[in-house]
Every structure is written in C-alpha cells, then in structure tokens.
C-alpha cells in the first residue's frame, strides 16, 4: 500500500468515513454536498394526504390560518394520528398550495425613500374613540405628519379638514423638527388643491435652503 493510500486511509478514519467512499469523492473532486442532485420526489407517502381535503376548506374559509394552527386542530380531530415533529410536512404544503391555488396574493411595489427628500400628513378622525370631557363627547381629528424616510412622526389636534388645519399642523411639525423636508404630500383635500401657499425659506434636512412650499399629492 502506497504511502499516499495510507494517508487517505488515515483521513478517512478520522473523519468517519469509510476509505472506499473516500477515494470515491476525491476521484470526482466533488464535496458530498456537491454529488447530490436535486431530489424532485417524495421518498414517503405523504401523511396528510387523507385529510388534505378537510384541511383545504380551513384554508379556504380562512385564509389567515397558519400552519401551526391547522397542524393542532388535525391533531385534535385524530387523536395520536399525527406526532409533533410532522408539522414541518404540512407547513411545506400549505406554502406550497399558498402559492399554486390559494387566494391571490396582494401586489407590493417597494418604494425608495431618501433622507430628507419627502413628509407625508394625512387627518385621522379621533371621534369615535369616545373620549369623554366633562361628560360631553370630544370630537376632534388629528393631523398626523410623518417623514417617510425615518418615520419619525407628530401630530396636532384640529377640528376639520381644512386648509388652516392642514397649515397649522404642518407648521407645528416644521418648528417641531427644526427644519422642513423638501417635499410634502398628502391626501387630495379641496381645500389644499384649490389654494396654495408658502412659508419663509426654511432649512432642508440636507442642509440646504429652499421655499417651505405645500406640494399636495395625488
């Protein structure tokens, strides 16, 4: 036996393994991971099979059910059926009917924010929260304001959606923030699309200086 086998022999022994595979591995010159195609079909019949069609009206009926849920409740309708550890098998083929026929997915476009570039307000009504003063209902809104960047936010309580609500709130940010993004949207309010208006050149958030000027968005 050459000197070289041996030392195969020898490397193979610590690491567990028998020489013959070995010699296997380093004739391919592949790692084992390497040498082992992609496996397209089941090695053991499928345990849910039988019960895949009571789980599918779950999943029909409630769409937000996870796997977890699903996987407890078959174990409650067939006692000792299904041990712990099978719940990795139907949480693979609830994705994958997720995926082929669930419901349609919602579409997401991601959007790119920079620093400093764009706010955001919009007024959320507060009434129905019954917030109670003096035994009388508090009807307000809020003038949320918010950059999209940081989310950093505020906001200030007013009474309509107008135009002076939507410039006070605005300012109250500002003088809050200590300085004014370039850019400001909100929803399409008439009050705010039919009138325009600006504030003194304030700083940006990068440094520079430009008209505090309201940009209503679409």
Request: proline share 5%; glycine share 6%.
């Amino acid at each position: 036996m050459s000197n070289t086998e041996k030392n195969q022999e020898i490397a193979a022994s610590k690491a567990g393994m028998d020489p013959k595979t070995a010699r296997k591995y380093l004739a391919a010159n592949q790692l084992p991971s390497e040498l082992t195609g992609e496996r397209y079909w089941r090695t053991r019949e499928d345990p849910f099979n039988d019960v895949w069609a009571e789980v599918q009206r779950q999943m029909e009926e409630s769409p937000g059910l996870e796997a977890k849920t699903v996987f407890e409740w078959l174990q409650r309708e067939h006692p000792g059926r299904y041990a712990d550890g099978q719940i990795r098998t139907l949480q693979r083929r609830i994705k994958l009917w997720r995926a082929t026929e669930g419901p349609a997915q919602e579409i997401y476009f991601g959007q790119k924010h920079e620093p400093g570039k764009l706010c955001a307000s919009d007024f959320t009504h507060m009434t129905e929260l019954g917030i109670m003063i003096e035994g009388q209902t508090f009807i307000h809104l809020i003038y949320h304001f918010v950059l999209t960047y940081s989310n950093w936010e505020t906001g200030t309580i007013c009474y309509s959606e107008s135009l002076e609500s939507l410039s006070e709130g605005w300012q109250n940010a500002v003088w809050e923030l200590g300085a004014v993004a370039i850019e400001h949207r909100t929803d399409s309010l008439s009050s705010a699309v039919n009138n325009s208006w600006s504030m003194p050149s304030a700083p940006t958030m990068n440094g520079a200086s430009v008209p505090a000027t309201y940009c209503a968005g679409t």
